[in-house]
C-alpha cells in the first residue's frame, strides 16, 4: 500500500482537523503526517484569538488533542514555514503539503487619524490578553473612554474583555501580566460603533446575551437607531438569528440606566469617518448615516462627535503572504479552487493546498474550518498522481533536518508537559490553568528543560 507522507503547515483547527481526516480516509493509502506550527503550542485562534471567558469554546481543545494524541501525527512546534523549513525542503521530504496558516493581521481601515498613537488593531490586543508569546507584555490600558469600531463577534469580545470587571476574568486562564494590566485599566464607558442599523449586526445571539449579564456594566442603546425600514423588517423577520438578537435589544431598550459603574454603548447607523486628536487620539468623528432601502447605508451629512481616549478597529482579520507561494493581495488568502492552490495563471500548483481561513478568508467558526478541511483532503487524496516525488520520504530525515539547522522544536510529548505546567500554576488558585506567555519559557517547559 502507498504511503502518503502529507505535510501540514499550521496547527490551528484547520490543520489539526485537516490531519484527523487524512488520517482516517478510506483510499488504499497509508497516512503518516507532519504537522509544522510557528509556536511551541498548538490550536491556533482557539487559543489565541477566543477570548478567555468563553472556556466553552476553548474546549474544543479536547477534541482537537485527540487527534494529536491518536497516532500517525507528528507535531512540530516552535518551527516556523519560511524560515525553518521551505518549500524545497517540504518537497524533498513529502509528497504534498497543505497550507493551514489562518489569518493573524487586522484588515486596515483608511480613515484620518488611524495611526494616532492609543489608535490599536483588535488583533493585537486579543494577542495580548490571550498571552499570545510574540507580542509586548505590556499593554497602554489609559482610557477612561474606548471606541470599538466594528459589528462583529471579535468587536464583541474586545469591547467585553475591556469593561468586564477583572475579578470576573478571574476564573480563566488569563496570564498574570494580563491581569495586572486590566486591574489597572481607568475604562468606565466602551462604545461600539456600526455603519449599519441593529438588524445588520454580525454577531451571534449567544455573544449578544452575554453583554446584557455583565456585572455592573449598563447596556445603552438609543431608540433613534431603531426607526426599522421595510429591509430591516424583513431581516427580523426571515431570519431566526437576527429575530433573537432583536428581541435581546429590544429588552435593552427598556431597562434602566444609570445604576451601574460602567457602561456598554452602541451606536448604529454611525460611520466613523475620523480619529481625532493632537498626537494621540481625543476623539471620534462619525457621519450618522441612514438606511439605503435595500439593506446598506448611506450618509446624511450629519457628523457627531464622542470624547475616546482608545480605539479599536475589529473590522477583519488579514492573511499574510508565505514564501515561495502564490498570494492574492485582495482577499488576503493563497488562490485556490477547492483547496487546490493555483499560480498566477491560475493553472494547479502540483502538491500545494490550502485550508481553513488562509483557504477561504478570516470569515466563520472553527466547526467550519472542518468542512473546510475535508474538501482540501479529498484533492489531496485524488491528485495522486500530482504528488511529488519526495527523495527522503522516510520519518527520521526530517528530524535530522531541523536538528541540522539548530531548530528547538517541540512534540505533541512535550505539548503535554506544558499543558501539564499551565494546569500545575493555575491549581493553587482555584484555577483550570494559567497560560504561560514567553516563548522561551513555553520552550523550557515543553522540552522537560527547568522553567525559569
Ligand atoms: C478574536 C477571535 C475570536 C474568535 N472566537 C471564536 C469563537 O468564540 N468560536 C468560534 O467557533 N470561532 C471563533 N473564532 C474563529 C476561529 O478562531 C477560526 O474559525 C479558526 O481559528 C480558523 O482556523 P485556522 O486553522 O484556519 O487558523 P488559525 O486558528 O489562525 O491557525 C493557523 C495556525 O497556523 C500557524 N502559522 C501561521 N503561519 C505559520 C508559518 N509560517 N509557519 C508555521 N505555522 C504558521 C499559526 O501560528 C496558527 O497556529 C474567533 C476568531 C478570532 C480572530
Same mark, same amino acid.
Given at each position: 500500500m502507498t504511503t502518503l507522507r502529507l505535510a501540514i503547515v499550521g496547527a490551528g483547527p484547520a490543520g489539526i482537523y485537516a490531519a484527523d481526516l487524512a488520517k482516517k480516509s478510506d483510499r488504499g493509502v497509508d497516512v503518516s503526517i507532519d504537522l509544522f506550527e510557528r509556536?511551541?503550542?498548538?490550536y491556533g485562534l482557539v487559543r489565541?484569538?477566543?477570548?478567555?471567558?468563553h472556556p466553552r469554546i476553548k474546549g474544543i481543545i479536547g477534541a482537537l488533542r485527540e487527534v494529536l494524541d491518536g497516532g500517525a501525527v507528528r507535531l512540530f512546534g516552535n518551527v516556523e514555514f519560511?524560515?525553518?523549513?521551505?518549500l524545497e525542503d517540504l518537497q524533498q521530504h513529502y509528497h504534498a503539503v497543505i497550507f493551514a496558516t489562518g489569518a493573524t493581521r487586522d484588515a486596515s481601515l483608511d480613515i484620518?487619524?488611524?495611526?494616532?498613537?492609543?489608535s490599536f488593531g483588535a488583533a493585537d490586543v486579543v494577542s495580548w490578553y490571550d498571552g499570545?508569546?510574540?507580542? /509586548?507584555? +505590556?499593554? @497602554?490600558?489609559?482610557?477612561?473612554e474606548i471606541a470599538v469600531i466594528g459589528n462583529g463577534n471579535v468587536a464583541l469580545d474586545v469591547a467585553r474583555v475591556l469593561i468586564k470587571h477583572t475579578d470576573d476574568l478571574m /476564573?480563566? +486562564?488569563? @496570564?498574570a501580566n494580563v491581569e495586572a494590566g486590566l486591574r489597572s485599566s481607568p475604562a468606565t464607558d466602551v462604545h461600539v460603533f456600526g455603519r449599519r442599523g441593529p438588524a445588520n449586526v454580525k454577531f451571534t445571539p449567544l455573544e449578544l446575551r452575554e453583554l446584557g449579564e455583565l456585572r455592573d456594566v449598563d447596556m445603552v442603546v438609543h431608540?433613534?437607531?431603531?426607526?426599522?425600514d421595510e429591509a430591516a423588517r424583513t431581516a427580523i423577520a426571515s431570519n431566526k438569528q437576527v429575530m433573537v438578537m432583536d428581541r435581546i435589544l429590544q429588552g435593552w431598550r427598556k431597562r434602566e440606566v444609570g445604576a451601574a459603574s460602567r457602561r456598554l454603548e452602541f451606536h448604529w447607523w454611525a460611520r466613523p469617518v475620523e480619529i481625532l486628536g493632537e498626537?494621540?487620539?481625543e476623539a471620534i468623528r462619525w457621519e450618522r448615516t441612514e438606511p439605503d432601502g435595500i439593506g446598506g447605508a448611506r450618509g446624511t451629512g450629519e457628523f457627531r462627535e464622542q470624547a475616546v481616549q482608545a480605539v479599536y478597529r475589529a473590522v477583519g482579520y488579514f492573511g499574510s503572504p508565505l514564501p515561495g507561494l502564490p498570494f492574492d493581495e485582495r482577499q488576503g488568502v493563497i488562490p485556490n479552487h477547492e483547496g487546490q492552490v493555483l499560480d498566477d495563471e491560475g493553472a494547479l500548483v502540483p502538491g500545494v493546498y490550502a485550508t481553513g481561513w488562509i483557504k477561504?478568508?478570516?470569515?466563520?467558526?472553527?466547526?467550519?474550518t472542518k468542512s473546510d478541511a475535508m474538501e482540501t483532503v479529498d484533492h489531496v487524496l485524488t491528485d495522486q498522481g500530482m504528488w511529488w516525488t519526495p527523495q527522503h520520504p522516510d520519518e527520521r530525515s526530517v528530524d535530522e533536518l531541523l536538528a541540522s539547522r539548530g531548530v528547538r522544536f517541540t512534540t505533541v510529548e512535550g505539548w503535554h508537559l506544558l499543558d501539564a505546567h499551565e494546569q500545575a500554576l493555575g491549581a493553587p488558585a482555584g484555577r483550570a490553568r494559567v497560560k504561560v506567555v514567553p516563548r522561551d519559557e513555553m520552550l523550557a517547559a515543553s522540552l522537560g528543560e527547568p522553567v525559569r
Open positions: 509556536l511551541p503550542a498548538p489565541y484569538g477566543v477570548a478567555p471567558d519560511g524560515t525553518d523549513i521551505t484620518p487619524g488611524i495611526d494616532l498613537s492609543g499570545h508569546p510574540d507580542v /509586548p507584555r +505590556e499593554w @497602554p490600558l489609559d482610557a477612561r /476564573p480563566t +486562564e488569563i @496570564p431608540d433613534e437607531d431603531f426607526a426599522y498626537g494621540r487620539v477561504r478568508g478570516p470569515v466563520g467558526l472553527i466547526g467550519h
